[in-house]
């Protein structure tokens, strides 16, 4: 019964900010092994946009580093996404991933991603 929603997409100018939040349900966020931000822009790949592991550490693809911070509320069971400094380019799909294993069977759930569209 995991779910992953994501919630605070939208319209943004660029040079803009905006924060998207993934509130998880049915298992803590701090038991995941790694919580991600992936995005998908009409036509690519997805990509990875950040991850937090389970100690903390986290990492972004060189493009967001400086802008944008990966963070966990442990209150709201919830990983955020702080953008900054947006730009056209930024224009995806943002998903939010869990990732987990238990007795050697892994895990990897999605949510359902969130609209974020960079323009004037």
């Known amino acids: 019964q995991v779910q992953l929603v994501e919630s605070g997409g939208g319209l943004v100018q660029p040079g803009g900010s905006l924060r998207v939040s993934c509130a998880v349900s049915?298992?803590?966020?701090?038991?995941?092994?790694?919580m991600a931000w992936y995005r998908q822009a009409p036509g690519k790949q997805r990509e990875l946009v950040a991850v937090?592991?389970?100690?903390?550490?986290?990492r972004y693809a060189d493009d967001m580093k400086g802008r944008f911070t990966i963070s966990r509320d442990n209150a709201k069971n919830t990983v955020c996404l702080q953008m900054n400094s947006l730009k056209p380019d930024d224009t995806a799909v943002y998903y939010c991933?869990?990732?987990?294993?238990?007795?050697?069977?892994?895990?990897?759930?999605w949510g359902q991603g969130t609209q974020v569209t960079v323009s004037s």
């Open positions: 049915g298992r803590s966020i701090f038991s995941m092994n790694a």
């Open positions: 991933n869990a990732q987990w294993v238990v007795d050697k069977y892994e895990y990897d759930y």
């Open positions: 937090i592991q389970r100690g903390g550490s986290t």
